[in-house]
């Protein structure tokens, strides 16, 4: 496991998992039961803890690293393709 993962609180891992799943900042906001600029305060504190550029990259990393794994993503509140 590298430092960067070790560093991420469990909140932060289901942030994580939850931009995976696709969930906007909106959704991610209504999920948590935060604002939606606390919402987007914390996935940019994540971002800066892993190296991610923005959320697309943050979901490649995380996809790539195994900080989760697709079959244990929540359902998108937006469906699926």
């Known amino acids: ?3 960067e ?3 991420l609180t469990e909140r ?3 942030i994580v998992s939850l931009v995976v799943a696709g969930y906007s900042n909106k959704d991610l ?3 948590l039961g935060v604002s939606e600029r606390t919402a987007r305060s914390q996935l940019s504190r994540i971002c800066d803890k ?5 959320r ?4 490649l990393l995380a996809l790539h690293r195994g900080l989760v794994e697709q079959k244990n993503l929540p359902t998108s509140p937006a469906g699926s393709c």
Do not use: N, T, W
């Open 12 to 14: 932060e891992m289901r």
């Open 56 to 59: 697309f990259e943050l979901a």
């Open 29 to 31: 906001a209504r999920k």
């Open 5 to 7: 993962v070790r560093e």
């Open 50 to 54: 892993v190296g991610a550029g923005d």
């Open 1 to 3: 496991m590298s430092a």
